[in-house]
């Protein structure tokens, strides 16, 4: 233990009692409203549906809550309780060449974490989504999606992380450098490759073959100028009752996918101005905006390990007694999301202003009244509370509260 461990456990400490304040804030708020549909809400939301959506709602943020608190002991039991530390023995003894050594230490140490979280994943899906009728993953498809993940960390993970640990030991001081040019090229290559690689491994995309529905969406498409080569349908259905939309990939691979559960409940007005606002996302560049961002955020991380790496202090201060570069890579991967929290508010925000910006672009190419009729579908689809609670919507929420956003979209009409 040093003063490192004491700033460590202080603001591991602050988050975890920022959080749970966070979550009871949230908790307290969605159940004072349980019994009221809003006014904004009354005539589209029968009461059922509200107060099902509040119980899903604090039945998942209690979850969370356990699960805060169970992932903060597990990063003090890898970290000072010395459990990273026994797992670079264990690989030690093996006697490999210092970069196997590193490459085994870091993936064991992701899969027994992923393994770790497991029963978390399970209660979600077995229990509360199950309890709320969301569920339609079986067994099958649970564990089949495991073991994909599992091979793809491997075969993507592990020799990105050979590569990673090859430039730390043989590229020199400016190594850093180096290793955020090969991690933004990876994350681009992944990016691109996402929705014609990846994503099929876990789902079925289909284009969409309603000729009428087809019909309407190429003209929403020539008007605002978008080349794609359709839309596509994803089997959502597979694994869960929610809905959804969503822009993704880029260059010729970029698409916009409708969950099949969506297309299902949406008539083709609300699909219009859905798609609208998922075209103003691409208009709008909020997409590059991200990756600029992500960027610029690993090129200053990546700069400040280059520097803790030779801190005796950072690997003492975390339980680490035999300093190297894959445990430095490895505390830092784990440790900084810790500090990093506190700017969680700026990302939701942020988030939040392209949310309003593309509302606006649907609102000008397509119609507001629509997109709102499309939202309200939504919340009851996916049973998203309409009262969630000012700060904690503030800190984390993506999208802004149904209530404001629709209030927003309301002005835009007529
Ligand atoms: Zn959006």
């Not at 970290?79 to 030690?92: A, E, I, M, P, S």
């Not at 564990?143 to 990105?160: C, E, R, S, T, Y």
């Not at 869960?240 to 949406?266: C, P, Q, W």
């Not at 009262?387 to 209530?403: E, G, I, V, W």
């Amino acid at each position: 233990m040093n003063a490192f461990s004491y700033l460590f456990i202080a603001a591991l400490g602050a988050s975890v009692v920022l959080r749970l304040w966070l979550a009871h804030r949230q908790i307290r708020s969605v159940a004072a409203h349980r019994d009221g549909v809003p006014d904004a809400f009354a005539d589209k939301i029968q009461l059922e549906t509200h107060r099902k959506a509040a119980d899903y709602t604090v039945a998942k943020t209690r979850q969370g809550r356990v699960e805060l608190v169970y992932d903060s002991l597990l990063l003090v039991g890898w970290t000072l309780g010395g459990g990273l530390q026994w797992l670079d023995n264990l690989w030690l003894a093996a006697g490999w060449s210092t970069i196997n050594t590193g490459v085994a230490v870091i993936v064991s140490a992701f899969f027994i974490m992923s393994l770790l979280e497991l029963p978390f994943s399970l209660y979600h899906t077995f229990v509360i989504e199950e309890r709320f009728g969301f569920n339609k993953t079986t067994a099958g498809t649970f564990v089949g999606d495991l073991a994909k993940q599992a091979l793809l960390m491997l075969l993507l993970g592990a020799p990105l992380t050979w590569a990673a640990l090859w430039l730390m030991q043989e590229s020199g001081r400016l190594w850093w450098l180096y290793l955020w040019l090969l991690w933004a090229a990876f994350s681009l290559l992944m990016f691109w490759a996402y929705p014609a690689v990846i994503a099929p491994l876990f789902n079925k995309f289909t284009l969409l073959d309603n000729e009428q529905l087809q019909q309407r969406i190429q003209t929403l498409l020539d008007r605002c100028g978008f080349k794609s080569k359709g839309i596509y349908v994803m089997d959502g259905s597979r694994r869960s009752g929610h809905g959804n939309a969503y822009f993704t990939g880029m260059g010729r691979n970029k698409r916009i996918v409708f969950f099949d559960t969506l297309l299902e409940t949406l008539d083709p007005d609300e699909i219009e101005a859905v798609l609208a606002h998922e075209l103003g996302h691409f208009k709008r560049k909020h997409v590059q905006k991200r990756i600029v961002i992500m960027m610029v955020m690993s090129l200053g991380g990546l700069a400040l390990l280059g520097w803790l790496i030779h801190q005796t202090w950072f690997y003492q201060g975390l339980g680490v007694s035999q300093p190297s570069n894959h445990m430095a890579l490895l505390l830092f991967l784990m440790v900084t999301p810790v500090f990093t929290l506190f700017l969680q508010p700026l990302a939701s925000w942020f988030s939040r202003r392209h949310e309003f910006e593309a509302d606006d672009y649907a609102a000008t190419h397509s119609s507001a009244a629509n997109l709102i009729r499309a939202l309200v579908k939504l919340y009851k689809e996916n049973a998203s509370s309409l009262t969630p609670d000012r700060l904690y919507s503030a800190f984390y929420d993506s999208h802004p509260p149904a209530a404001v956003r629709v209030a927003h979209l309301s002005t835009k009409m007529g």
